[in-house]
């Protein structure tokens, strides 16, 4: 008895969401922005700004990198 590859009860595989994606996109871009503007702002805030918006690019990167990944997996989200 074989079972075939292409079982009509096997729901597809649900795309990845870019919401995250994009809302750390965003939130990286006003930190970004809001660095470079350099507000009058105390210096030590600034500077957290500064460190969160290297955060915010660090965590997109490996959000991208586990969407990437889910995606050119066999059987992924295609």
């Known amino acids: 008895m074989t079972i075939p590859d292409d ?3 096997q729901k597809p595989a649900k795309p990845a969401s870019l919401v995250p994606g994009v809302v750390l996109l965003i939130l990286a871009g006003v930190l970004i922005v809001i660095t470079l503007i350099k ?3 105390p210096n030590w805030l600034t500077v957290t700004i ?3 918006a290297i955060a915010v690019v660090i965590l997109l990167l490996i959000y991208a ?3 990437f990944r889910d995606v050119t997996r ?3 989200s295609r």
């Open 50 to 52: 500064a460190v969160a």
């Open 65 to 67: 990198f586990r969407v």
């Open 74 to 76: 066999p059987g992924g």
């Open 39 to 41: 507000p009058d702002l």
């Open 7 to 9: 079982d009509p009860d």
